[in-house]
Every structure is written in structure tokens, then in C-alpha cells.
């Protein structure tokens, strides 16, 4: 679908260069939302149901998974920050005040 979307906004000439850049951003941003649930909350869900099917039992991988399974919200956090312009510069002024 991104791929689409970006093949999309390199050919749609009706388009500004302003609101094309908008939508590229947009759709970097989204990507990477999206890629976030799938790496700290896929892998641990993956390797507990592993765990079950092949009877498996080890406390050591499940304080891994369970690490990685709480670091969903900070990694979040951090991802919207660092690709959103805006909350970047809400930042840095905050920062820069104190």
C-alpha cells in the first residue's frame, strides 16, 4: 500500500510539491507506526505461542519477550516524536526554556 501511495504522489502532477512532501512525510510516519506493533508486540506473542507449541519452558526467554513486550509504548513515543516535525520543535523550545 505505501508503495502504492508513493508511486502514486511521484506521478499525480495536480498536486503542489508542498502537499506532496506533506503526504510523503504522512506516509513515512505511518510506516513506522505501523512496524513498531509488529516488532515488540508480534515477536513476543510469537515466541510465547512457540514456547506453548513446542513445550518449552523458560523463564529467560519469558523475561525477554516480556522486555520487549514493554518497550511497545516508550518505542512509540519516541517514533512519533522523532518523525513529527512538529512535536519536534515543541520540544527543542521546551528544552531550550528551561
Not at 506516509?27 to 513446542?54: E, R
Request: net charge positive; glycine share 2%.
Amino acid at each position: 500500500i505505501c508503495l502504492h501511495i508513493f508511486s502514486v504522489l511521484a506521478h499525480h502532477s495536480s498536486m503542489s510539491k508542498t502537499v506532496k512532501k506533506y503526504n510523503k512525510m504522512m506516509t513515512q510516519m505511518l510506516m513506522i507506526q505501523v512496524l513498531l506493533p509488529c516488532i515488540f508486540l508480534l515477536i513476543p506473542v510469537s515466541q510465547y505461542s512457540l514456547q506453548v507449541s513446542l513445550k518449552f519452558e523458560s523463564s529467560l526467554n519469558a523475561m525477554i519477550a516480556n522486555e520487549i513486550f514493554g518497550l511497545h509504548s516508550l518505542m512509540h513515543s519516541i517514533a512519533l516524536i522523532i518523525t513529527s516535525k512538529n512535536y519536534r520543535l515543541t520540544i527543542e523550545r521546551i528544552i531550550f526554556k528551561v
